[in-house]
């Protein structure tokens, strides 16, 4: 499968066969814990299973929030895991499961497991870029915007970079970040673009067995056109959120990060 190329611009376009992801949608009112997945999971027979019921968070998944010897990923693992009761035609999915689901999905899951368990305004602080000014403001996760995958059945994409190399590109998935996440540890700060890359290509140029060098050898233009080629295909949550000063009245965006402690252990909770 190929691609068009700009030869003015150097860009790459997607082929006509891969719809592009859409922003349609936000997930909506939770109906007892049910929630429509930008992706789904696949299974062996090609099933796309894309309705989540979920239960509330219990006890349990508080101590595996709290549990300051494992990792990010693997929390999320367990977390949508234990509370992911039904997905599609699939009882009780499990880790496994869990783990297979696309990161978008993941967001989207942990998002609706805040809002069904501790209610659907997340409070946050924020500081204004332009007069400093800090003061509390809120949003709704319901009403968050979800970019729907184009078409949820394909997951690898064969792509032709701007330098002519061919790259077979991945969606990732909760494994590939648990992987991401190990191999930060083992390489520096100045390798994370590198490696947030790599996580994203299955094959470069017939090689499957790539590497950190591998991937500083790209071109900005190649590492920018794979970044661009998902931002276009894959589904998941936009937590960019529009603030305007209480103060001033500036206008800006800050960014929604899910993976922060008070995420779910607010310091107040809404009435």
Avoid at 104 to 122: E, K, N, P, Q
Wanted: charged share 25%; aromatic share 6%.
């Amino acid at each position: 499968m190929g691609t068009e190329q700009d030869v003015a611009t150097g860009t790459t376009s997607p082929p006509a066969a891969v719809a592009k992801a859409t922003s349609e949608t936000t997930f909506g009112a939770i109906s007892h814990g049910a929630v429509e997945l930008p992706c789904g999971y696949v299974d062996e027979a090609g099933v796309v299973h894309d309705v989540a019921h979920l239960r509330e968070l219990t006890g349990e998944e508080e101590d595996i929030l709290a549990t300051p010897k494992m990792g990010g990923s693997e929390k999320m693992t367990r977390i949508i895991g234990n509370c992911l009761v039904k997905l599609g035609g699939i009882d009780n999915p499990g880790h496994e499961v869990a783990r297979q689901l696309t990161i978008g999905d993941r967001t989207v899951l942990l998002l609706a497991l805040r809002s069904v368990s501790l209610g659907d305004i997340y409070p946050f602080r924020v500081k204004c870029p332009s007069c400093g000014h800090g003061f509390h403001t809120g949003v709704s996760l319901s009403r968050l915007e979800i970019t729907v995958m184009g078409d949820k059945k394909l997951r690898t994409h064969e792509l032709t970079l701007p330098s002519g190399r061919r790259a077979v590109l991945k969606v990732m998935t909760g494994e590939d970040e648990a992987e991401l996440e190990k191999k930060k540890g083992q390489f520096s700060r100045k390798d994370v673009l590198s490696l947030a890359v790599m996580s994203r290509i299955k094959v470069l140029d017939g090689k499957e067995k790539i590497n950190v060098a591998d991937m500083k050898a790209l071109s900005f233009r190649d590492r920018q056109a794979v970044r661009n080629w998902f931002t276009k295909v894959e589904g998941g949550a936009n937590t960019d959120i529009d603030v305007t000063c209480e103060s001033c009245s500036y206008d800006f965006q800050t960014v929604l990060d899910i993976g922060q402690s008070d995420f779910f252990f607010p310091k107040e909770l809404e009435d």
